[in-house]
């Protein structure tokens, strides 16, 4: 009896609880929307100067560090004549470009909002020259020997290959017309070097770095070696040359050219900036650098009217 009345009271208990009412869920929590911003790869352009082989090294080189520094993608584009990179950051091409120093003078007269972002610096020097040089075995002695000989030019868009030692021969006093036998544009520096070294080219012009030793034809160690080029005969150096520079296309957002001038400016300290300075730049930092800068470059392309 007693069992059945405890079977009663808890089927008594269990009835409510089979029939009571959910508890209300607890309202949906919208999930946070993440926004994730991917910034337009940079767009790089570069000159073969030195040839397509050092520009496609150049250009895995800079990729590389830019993208693990700047954490975005990085494009590279090289440019076989310098005119040709002058136009592409003119046009918005690219965003930055490394500049010989006629190469920006060209770049702005088609786009003046371009922007200088940082400068080179070799061996504490802000300024390297052009030559005139030719083999240690010609007989060449000064400008007037060099007369009657076939010469060999970089392109017209060079200012150490071209524009600044042709200069240098106006000053001189030479008549341009007629003076050399046969005057050649052979693209870049490399191909003048093998040019003089192999004897199809009587006279070369290349740039020179001036450190306080004797010049010789740094534009031809790369091509020939260092033995070699310290063998070749310097015959004419040209006024000083601004070192080339980095500059940014027209409309570049000011934080973005503040951020890539800062970085520029700061490379020198850790072994991998080193490296990238010293393979890619051929140089030692980078420094500021202003519109200013790049005068004696203007005026010497307006007296060539260039």
């Known amino acids: 009896m007693r069992r059945s009345m405890l079977?009663?009271?808890?089927?008594?208990?269990?009835?409510?609880?089979?029939?009571a009412a959910p508890a209300p869920a607890s309202p949906a929590v919208?999930?946070?929307r993440v926004t994730v911003v991917t910034?337009?790869?940079?767009r790089v352009g570069l000159s073969a100067y030195a040839g397509e082989l050092r520009a496609a090294a150049d250009a895995a080189n800079l990729k590389g560090f830019l993208e693990a520094r700047l954490g975005r993608d990085v494009v590279i584009k090289t440019y076989d004549a310098k005119d040709a990179l002058?136009?592409?950051?003119?046009d918005g091409e690219v965003d930055i470009a490394w500049l010989q120093p006629l190469s920006y003078v060209m770049a702005e007269r088609l786009e003046k909002g371009i922007r200088p972002l940082a400068k080179v610096e070799r061996k504490g020097m802000p300024f390297y020259r052009g030559v005139l040089f030719t083999r240690a075995d010609k007989a060449v002695a000064g400008v007037e020997g060099l007369r009657g000989l076939s010469m060999a030019w970089t392109e017209k868009g060079?200012?150490?290959?071209?524009?600044?030692?042709?200069?240098?021969?106006?000053?001189?006093?030479?008549?341009?017309?007629?003076?050399?036998?046969?005057?050649?544009?052979?693209?870049?520096?490399?191909?003048v070097c093998r040019a003089v070294a192999s004897g199809e080219a009587?006279?070369?012009?290349?740039?020179?770095?001036?450190r306080g030793k004797a010049l010789q034809a740094d534009g031809c160690v790369q091509a020939l070696g260092a033995e070699a080029?310290?063998?070749?005969?310097?015959?004419?150096?040209?006024?000083?040359?601004?070192n080339d520079l980095v500059a940014a296309r027209a409309g570049m957002d000011a934080a973005e050219a503040a951020e890539l001038s800062k970085l520029l400016l700061s490379l020198g300290k850790a072994a991998d900036e080193k490296t990238?300075?010293?393979?890619?730049?051929?140089?030692?930092?980078?420094?500021?650098?202003?519109?200013?800068?790049?005068?004696?470059?203007?005026?010497?392309?307006?007296?060539?009217?260039?």
């Open 7 to 19: 079977m009663l009271s808890l089927l008594s208990l269990a009835v409510p609880m089979a029939h």
């Open 30 to 32: 919208p999930a946070a």
């Open 39 to 42: 910034r337009p790869a940079l």
């Open 86 to 90: 002058s136009v592409a950051l003119a």
């Open 158 to 191: 060079s200012a150490a290959g071209f524009l600044f030692p042709r200069a240098a021969l106006l000053r001189s006093g030479v008549q341009l017309a007629g003076f050399f036998r046969s005057e050649r544009m052979m693209g870049d520096h490399a191909a």
């Open 202 to 210: 009587d006279v070369g012009a290349t740039y020179a770095d001036e």
């Open 229 to 242: 080029a310290a063998q070749l005969k310097i015959v004419l150096k040209s006024a000083a040359i601004p």
């Open 276 to 306: 990238l300075l010293e393979q890619v730049f051929h140089a030692d930092r980078f420094v500021e650098v202003g519109p200013d800068d790049f005068e004696p470059v203007r005026f010497a392309a307006a007296g060539m009217s260039l």
